[in-house]
């Protein structure tokens, strides 16, 4: 298989691949710039990298008919975030190649009503990220339904992974709550830190896109959850922490008011995000048809990534 990933050298990426190759795809990286993987690895040594600014080249209407005249069978997309990008390239490589996988985010369904989540549950996103990608993700399974393309989505959770900051038991990307929960320091949450965040480990992911392009046949026309295998809340995310470190947690739980006056507004904001979705969302269709098994759970993945932090000294303890 001839495989463009578009955007390949970023978390997803980096993991998926070393794995494609390893199957014996030939593989050609799409990227505005020479930016390298988070990890090394051999493999990357026979992957071709293209230089393609995609913002410049779709107001040029030219970066469609780029990815289709690389000719490949399989197009990855990890980097479409409106529906007029996913269109312009659909229509370009439309009857041209074996199957278009779309990463999408498990953001397109808003609130829960049921937890786990599965994913016919409806789709009632809300800020402009959530909503953009459930419109892609609806236009790409009309697309399928309708004429001959051949389209698969996957809706990561928060991803995580050595190489960058984690979001954390308050529900930001600070990686200062880390330092506070190590050292014993008292960290304050929202409300009673029982909404859920919902994580997944990068090379999980990558394994997840692996299986949908092994198990093409059930794949196509679908989307799935690409997450671990349990959501965590916050305050059990924040004792598990400090249960890593022989802490005892000092936690300290504010209404959502009180809260938001103590962080950044960026901090703020993120975290009510992350708070009004609360993610709980099943994986057990992507068990069921692609055969996907994530080898970290929550906390697992998120141990790996604040080691690396650690080592690195972006947390000091």
Known sequence: MRTVIIGG????????????????????????????????????KSVTTIELDRPAEERLGTFGKQIRNLEPDI??????FTVESARHLVEAVRGEIQQFLHCGTIWVHGPSI???????????????????KAAIEEYLLRETRLSDF??????????VGPGWEPLNPAGHFNPKIFERIVRGEEVSLPNLGL????????????Q????????????IG??????????????????????????????RFLSWDEWKSTVSKE??????????????????????????????????????????????QVIKV
């Open 222 to 251: 679908e989307s799935f959850h690409v997450v671990s295998p349990a959501a965590l809340t916050l305050r059990g995310y924040a004792e598990a922490v400090a249960a890593w470190f022989g802490q005892k947690p000092q936690l």
């Open 195 to 206: 909404e859920t965040v919902h994580h997944v480990h990068a090379d999980d992911v990558a």
């Open 9 to 44: 050298t970023g978390h997803i990426g980096t993991y998926l691949v070393p794995r494609l190759v390893a199957l014996g795809h030939e593989v050609l990286n799409v990227s505005r710039s020479k930016r390298v993987p988070y990890s090394d690895h051999g493999a990357w």
């Open 75 to 80: 197009v990855v997309d990890l980097i479409c």
């Open 208 to 219: 997840a896109f692996v299986r949908a392009v092994t198990h093409r046949s059930v794949a």
């Open 267 to 312: 901090e703020a904001s993120a975290t009510w995000d992350h708070i009004a979705h609360s993610p709980s969302c099943s994986i057990a269709k992507a068990r069921q048809l692609l055969d996907y098994q994530p080898r970290y759970g929550s906390l697992e993945a998120v141990f790996e990534s604040v080691h690396w932090l650690i080592d690195h």
């Open 150 to 159: 051949t389209a698969t989505i996957l809706h990561p959770g928060h991803i």
């Open 114 to 132: 049921q937890v786990p989540t599965t994913e016919d549950a409806p789709r009632k996103p809300f800020g402009d990220y959530g909503i953009q």
